[in-house]
């Protein structure tokens, strides 16, 4: 820890560079358009403050701007940040703990007998590593659920990080009451909090830990703050099973009864459903985070993403924690993500590039009920990365947006600005080793 803690306020003092929020204009960077044609355009993007302020031909400079600060952006891409929909961000702590098990042996062998070991300093430390890895991989907004959520949510103030953020709640055992007014101090605390970044959701970890009586409770607090539900869904056959021997139900149409669908709903997982499963998410315009590599990690099976996509349900992608994935770069999963489907498909049209690429950015917001932030758009939140198209795999540059998904590499991004900061930059000197 004293190792990992060194890394960490190395990569805070450093940070203290960042470049507060000034008109900010990128020149010459390629833009991808809004439908995915190969052919990206050149143009610039202006900022000011935390907004997009011009994008392209699109947007209106005021007559007397003047930018205070020029980047030149002839070999960059500029995107919108990606989107983590799903994580438990301090379980980098775990990672390569607990490695080729089962879910349910790995949860209830290995990981709840070590979390329950961990302090809210751990859980500090590990966001902020969590923070750093997401960061430096091109990540602007990330949504979470874990505990000792104070002290992620101060990381993610420090950090200059967007964050949907969730205290894990489990609803039998010792600690279920107090889950609940941990929530509620929590929502109370620190809704809104960061200029706005930090957005506090529920999290009832899932429909086998969460019986009616409890969720009842969840749903109340819901209600009294006005708060979305982060839970994970039809993870597992075994899930699947042992809500059905319970309820008579699957975990969507349980979670339906219960009146969890009439609160915005991000909905983690999504493995095995019906086709009613499918409808009733549809219906009720719940968000799914698809995170494929820890779905293969733990072998519990392969999402219906594009069922889910033909019925218009939105769906957002997510690496889930690094204790089984490794690791939290969404450039690799978007690549896992589009790969996967075509060949369970055994179909090369399923999720095309430009598609999984939305997946990553605005679908990702839209999953998180986040109304301007994932597009390059004026008036939209300046959450924004340029990514350095100088790279020996990155060339030819025939079409940028599969570039993104099949080649491109976390090193690549150069730049990160959220929120019309730069947090993170090479061209800042920020020494993140």
């Avoid at 610039?44 to 980047?71: T, Y």
């Avoid at 438990?88 to 070590?114: C, G």
């Avoid at 967007?162 to 894990?168: E, K, P, Q, S, V």
């Amino acid at each position: 820890m004293m190792y990992l803690s060194c890394v960490i306020i190395s990569w805070k003092v450093t940070a203290r560079e960042r470049v507060n929020n000034v008109k900010l204009l990128i020149k010459n960077c390629y833009l991808l358009p809004d439908d995915g044609d190969a052919a990206a355009a050149r143009g610039d993007l202006a900022i000011e403050g935390d907004r997009i302020l011009k994008v392209g031909d699109e947007g209106e400079l005021p007559r007397d701007w003047k930018a205070e600060r020029v980047m030149e952006g002839e070999d960059y891409l500029c995107l919108p940040g990606l989107i983590n929909c799903h994580t438990h961000a301090a379980m980098t702590l775990l990672r390569s703990y607990a490695d080729d098990l089962p879910l349910m042996y790995w949860l209830e062998k290995k990981i709840w007998p070590i979390e329950a070991r961990l302090t809210a300093d751990d859980v500090y430390w590990g966001t902020m590593l969590a923070l750093v890895e997401m960061i430096e991989s091109g990540t602007t907004t990330f949504s979470d659920m874990y505990f000792f959520m104070d002290r992620a949510a101060e990381a993610v103030e420090e950090s200059g990080m967007r964050a949907c953020l969730a205290r894990g709640l489990v609803g039998t055992g010792s600690e279920a009451e107090t889950g609940l007014e941990e929530s509620k101090e929590f929502l109370e605390k620190w809704q809104g909090a960061a200029k706005g970044r930090i957005s506090i959701w529920l999290g009832p970890h899932a429909p086998y830990t969460c019986p009616p009586d409890y969720l009842d409770k969840v749903l109340a607090l819901a209600q009294d703050y006005r708060a979305g539900i982060h839970i994970h869904v039809a993870e597992t056959k075994d899930e699947v099973e042992q809500i059905n021997k319970l309820y008579g139900k699957t975990p969507v149409e349980y979670l339906k009864e219960r009146g969890v669908f009439q609160f915005t709903t991000l909905a983690a997982h999504c493995v095995h459903l019906t086709a009613e499963d499918i409808s009733v998410l549809a219906e009720t315009g719940t968000g799914v985070a698809h995170n494929p590599e820890s779905n293969m990690k733990l072998a519990s099976g392969i999402a219906p993403v594009p069922q889910l996509l033909a019925a218009e349900v939105t769906v957002g992608i997510g690496t889930d924690g690094a204790a089984s994935n490794n690791n939290l770069d969404m450039l690799e999963e978007m690549r896992t993500a589009a790969l996967l489907h075509k060949v369970n498909q055994m179909d090369p049209l399923t999720l095309p590039a430009p598609q999984v690429l939305s997946m990553a950015t605005g679908d990702g917001a839209r999953a998180l009920g986040l109304e301007d932030v994932g597009l390059l758009k004026p008036g939209y939140k300046a959450d924004i990365i340029l990514v350095d198209l100088n790279q020996a795999h990155l060339y030819p540059r025939h079409n940028l947006t599969s570039h993104m998904v099949y080649a491109a590499q976390a090193s690549d991004v150069d730049t990160v600005i959220i929120d019309g900061r730069i947090v993170n930059g090479k061209a800042q000197s920020l020494d993140h080793r």
